[in-house]
Structure formats: C-alpha cells, structure tokens
C-alpha cells in the first residue's frame, strides 16, 4: 500500500521540543530540506506501491536516508546509527520531534533499493540539479560544455584464478547437493583442498609442472561432480531450476581457458568483467565499466556530476557517447553544445561530430575551446572523489542478474 504523508503536527507537544526550534534553520541541511520538492518525488515513487495492504514506509524517509548516506558516505548501518544521533537527519527525514529509536529495519533500505530500482535514482538525481540551479549553485552555461570519461568501479573480490574458482565450484556444489538430499558418490572437499594448497606452494617454488598436476587434479574432480549431480538430477527433475545456475557457473569455470571469450572471475559475482587499463600500477581491473560526466568550467558551488551510468559488457568508450550524451540532456535538460573526451573515444557514435573535440586534437581547436578543452582532466579529480567519497571505489553490494 502507498505510505502515509508526513504531516506537521498542528499542535505542539508540552513535554517535547520540536526540531525547529532546537536547530540552527540556517544549516545546510535544513536549507536542502525547504528547497526539495517532496511532492514531485512522492509522485515519481507512486507507481512502485499498490493501493491495497499495508502502509509503507513514508517515502521522505526513505529518500532522506538514501541522500545522507550518499553526500556523507556513510554505509546503511552507519547512516543508521547517526540518524538516531543527529537532529538535522531526521528533520531532513520529516521528522517533527526528535526521535530516540531508529524507525524501520535496516534491511529496509535495500529493500527499498531493490523497489524503486535504477529509473527513481536518476529522478533524484534530476531532483538535486534543479535545486543546485534553483540555488544558484550552477548556472544554466555551466550545462552546455561537458567533459565525458569512463572509469571502472572495482568489485569487492580477491584476484581471480581457474584453480580457485573450480575449487570454490566444488564446494558449492557439495553444499547446495547436501541442502537438496542430493546423495553424491564423494564430496572431493579435502582432496582438492590439499591439491589447492601444493599449487599454491609449487607455484611460488616455480615448479610449475608440479603445480600444474595439482591443478589438474581439482579440474578433473570438478567435472566429476559436475556429472554426478547431473545424473542425480535425472530422477529428481524438480530439482534441476535449483542446481541451474550453479551448473552454469561451474562448467564455465572448468571449460574456461586464458582465451575464452565467456569467462567467470567470481562465484558470488558472476557479472564481475575484466577490464583492461593499460597502466603500470593497474594492467586490469575487475569490476563494470562506469561513465561519468561532469562540465568544463567550474560552477559556484564546483563541479556537479551531470549524468552517471553502468556500461555493462565492456563496451568501446566510443560506442557509448551517443548515449551517455543524450542521456545528460534529459536529466539536465539543456542541449550539449561541446562535449570534450580522450582520445579513447575516437571513431565516436555521436551524429553532431563538430561538437565532440578530442585530447590531442588538432583541427577546429582554437580560442575558447582550446582553454575548454586543456581543462578536460578537470574530470579525474571528480572521478577520483567519487571513488574516495562516493562508493565508487569498491562495491560491496550483490548484483542480481536475470538470465
């Protein structure tokens, strides 16, 4: 069911101070709070609920809790925990009086998350534009030269190797058969643990025909119990959508060779890609590929991030500036006049080629647009707070893939 609009108590409570008479209502968060548009957000939030049931939770505070724990960096236990300390949290959060325990589950908030989906998050977005313009923040001219780059957001996962994973398939394998009833003809559990343990060995002592034995070793039990369980499964039908996607990820993690095409670098998170730098320190990284897009010359208030967006399947930078740009205008509103990139969008799929200049370019470079586009690298110190102070250098979260 729809939640309930937070009202204003309309009379005050003689025992409790209310929360704008205890604060300073020149804060910044209590500036925030009157500017936002609570109304245009509950109505985006309205297709996500059901007119039956239950009341949810009021969505002001949810979108309250979701920007604190974004502009702070905070975790969702911690924005938690300072919630229940901060009086300007829960005026933000619509709160009249000031509250001592936490309102709703933690688990709420993924929950939530998981609800409203990608769309909702860049109406905030959206959202906070039209408040940092209506704030002076940014000027309309700020919107109409754009830097455009790419970055990796890493996953939270160790460094992949054929012989973890097929020992790491092993046992998954062993336990979900095990949680099923699903009787084995041997778990290989101690086995490969030890042929895991003399690769490792073998393989720092540079005995690598010894280590290659041990690794062959775990391989071959991994396709036995592949085999196993897939004759189990053929009297036991009911079963096989359970064992589906572990069966999957396990095969490609024993088929898969340094050239395969369709590779898996992580158990638990399969839509983890490698993604080439080509730098010294990082050859690879192992996460998704991520475009940001922030403007040229600096606002007010700085620089904003215009437009942000997950570039699944290691797509060609150049194949998604089409995209991305498009993108920035809808969430802007304002039409692009100069979008400035690196050289790894040459061969670019953007149909107004005169308005795209590349570093090193050399041709229509003059003037106004040859400071603009010196100052193209104003996007890696963005990027770079992003990943310091904006959960972009490491996801942590579990990824749900359809197939």
Same mark, same amino acid.
């Given at each position: 069911m729809k939640p309930k609009t937070q009202e204003i108590a309309p009379t005050d409570d003689l025992f409790r101070s209310r929360l704008d008479q205890m604060i300073n209502m020149r804060h910044e968060l209590v500036v925030l709070t009157q500017r936002i548009d609570w109304h245009y957000l509950d109505?985006?939030?309205?297709?996500?609920?059901?007119?039956?049931?239950?009341?949810?939770?009021?969505?002001?505070?949810?979108?309250?809790?979701?920007?604190?724990?974004?502009?702070?960096?905070?975790?969702?236990?911690?924005?938690?925990?300072?919630?229940v300390e901060n009086p300007?949290?829960?005026?933000? #959060?619509?709160?009249?009086?000031?509250?001592?325990?936490?309102?709703?589950?933690? &688990?709420?908030?993924? /929950?939530? *998350? @998981?609800?409203?989906?990608?769309?909702? #998050?860049?109406?905030?977005?959206?959202?906070?534009?039209?408040?940092?313009?209506? &704030?002076?923040?940014? /000027?309309? *001219? @700020?919107?109409?030269?754009v830097v455009v780059d790419t970055t990796v957001q890493p996953k939270a996962v160790t460094f992949p190797t054929d012989v973890k994973l097929r020992y790491r398939a092993i046992i998954a394998l062993g336990q979900l058969a095990k949680e099923h009833d699903v009787p084995l003809r041997q778990s290989y559990v101690r086995v490969t643990k030890q042929a895991l343990m003399m690769s490792g060995r073998y393989r720092h002592a540079k005995q690598l025909k010894r280590a290659r034995r041990a690794e062959k070793f775990i391989q071959i039990r991994l396709g036995r119990i592949i085999r196993d369980i897939q004759r189990r499964l053929r009297d036991q039908e009911e079963l096989a959508p359970l064992f589906a996607d572990a069966l999957r990820k396990a095969n490609i993690a024993l088929r898969q060779e340094r050239n395969s095409k369709v590779k898996l670098y992580s158990w638990h998170a399969p839509e983890v890609e490698c993604i080439g730098k080509g730098k010294a320190d990082k050859p690879y990284e192992f996460g998704c590929k991520t475009s940001i897009t922030t403007h040229v010359n600096?606002?007010?208030?700085?620089?904003?991030?215009?437009?942000?967006?997950?570039?699944?399947?290691?797509?060609?930078?150049?194949?998604?500036?089409?995209?991305?740009?498009?993108?920035?205008?809808?969430?802007?509103?304002?039409s692009v006049e100069r979008a400035y990139v690196d050289r790894g969008y040459r061969g670019h799929d953007y149909p107004h080629k005169h308005k795209v200049f590349r570093s090193g370019?050399?041709?229509?470079?003059?003037?106004?647009?040859?400071?603009?586009?010196r100052r193209r690298t104003i996007v890696e110190p963005v990027i770079g707070h992003l990943k310091s102070d904006g959960h972009l250098g490491r996801n942590y979260l579990q990824v749900l893939i359809c197939t």
């Open positions: 109505s985006q939030l309205d297709p996500f609920y059901a007119n039956a049931g239950r009341p949810a939770i009021p969505n002001r505070l949810m979108v309250g809790l979701q920007l604190l724990k974004q502009m702070y960096a905070l975790s969702d236990e911690a924005v938690c925990d300072r919630w300007y949290f829960q005026y933000l #959060c619509g709160e009249t009086y000031f509250q001592h325990i936490f309102p709703i589950q933690r &688990s709420s908030m993924t /929950h939530w *998350r @998981h609800r409203v989906g990608e769309d909702f #998050c860049a109406s905030l977005i959206k959202e906070s534009l039209r408040v940092a313009h209506q &704030s002076k923040a940014i /000027h309309t *001219r @700020h919107l109409k030269r600096p606002a007010p208030a700085g620089h904003f991030i215009l437009h942000a967006s997950a570039l699944h399947g290691r797509p060609y930078d150049g194949h998604t500036l089409n995209d991305v740009l498009t993108n920035t205008e809808d969430w802007t509103g304002v370019q050399k041709r229509g470079v003059h003037g106004t647009i040859k400071k603009e586009l």
